[in-house]
């Protein structure tokens, strides 16, 4: 017998209350005693799910499932099929997306009805519908639109056709708000401790939040002054001037 369900932490968390129920690591399935009662239980367990069970205990056709009919009388399995945020996550990790790309994605996508009931002109209201009503950022409205056509183009292998005439926010141009040296002494000194060495670092060094948080012992060399910043923006690996005045501070605090 196969019984098949969508993925869930919630639906995962009553497959483990099932008595004697076991993980198989390399099918990705669980299976339970093959006991009087069992199927009815199953059942009951998961009321009001959309459940499928072969009542000829035979492997029900999911994704990825390539074990033979079972027998009678055999132990019958719980598969657990992943959900359609796994998918999308399966399917950006390969591709070297960053967490926060993958965590945003997610998050747009979630937004919106299942995509089997969305098409073109459901797309176009919902750009729309952001750049009108929501007055979010160009650059806000270009990420949901990729998030989008990443779901349909690389998990669910679907093109999305002509989307017609969406309104677009322009992006504003905008010169770009400079501190003076003085203003930035002024910053930094109301900071302590490794948060002033971690302020000074992304000033002086031109490092990135998230490049910051990660640098490692092994990326600073004191003797060449230099810093290698690894997996920057585009996965992209560089090098840059570790400044004097930071070299001692650094030391101290390593």
């Not at 639906?11 to 690591?25: D, L, M, N, Y």
């Not at 005693?33 to 459940?51: D, I, S």
């Not at 998050?107 to 009931?117: D, L, S, V």
């Not at 670092?201 to 990660?214: N, T």
């Amino acid at each position: 017998m196969m019984v098949a369900l969508p993925y869930s932490v919630e639906r995962v968390a009553r497959v483990k209350s099932t008595p004697g129920r076991r993980w198989h690591p390399k099918e990705k399935c669980w299976s339970v005693p093959n006991t009087e009662g069992m199927v009815e239980g199953l059942l009951t367990l998961f009321a009001g799910e959309q459940v499928e069970v072969d009542p000829a205990r035979r492997p029900v056709r999911v994704p990825d499932n390539r074990e033979p009919p079972l027998a009678s009388g055999s132990t019958p399995v719980v598969r657990v099929e992943p959900s359609l945020f796994d998918r999308v996550r399966q399917a950006l990790q390969p591709r070297h997306y960053s967490h926060r790309t993958e965590q945003a994605y997610v998050a747009w996508i979630e937004r919106k009805r299942h995509p089997g009931e969305m098409g073109e002109r459901e797309i176009n209201q919902f750009l729309t519908d952001l750049a009108v009503k929501q007055k979010v950022s160009a650059s806000t409205q270009s990420q949901a639109l990729s998030a989008l056509l990443f779901l349909y183009r690389h998990v669910l292998n679907r093109e999305i056709g002509d989307l017609g005439d969406v309104i677009r926010i322009r992006k504003p141009q905008r010169l770009p708000v400079v501190m003076t040296r003085d203003e930035v002494k002024a910053v930094l000194g109301q900071l302590t401790s490794h948060k002033w060495l971690m302020a000074s670092l992304m000033y002086g060094v031109g490092l990135r939040l998230m490049e910051c948080l990660r640098l490692r012992v092994k990326d600073i060399d004191f003797e060449r002054s230099e810093i290698t910043v690894r997996n920057g923006k585009g996965e992209k690996n560089r090098r840059t001037i570790l400044p004097e005045s930071l070299k001692q501070p650094l030391q101290d605090h390593l």
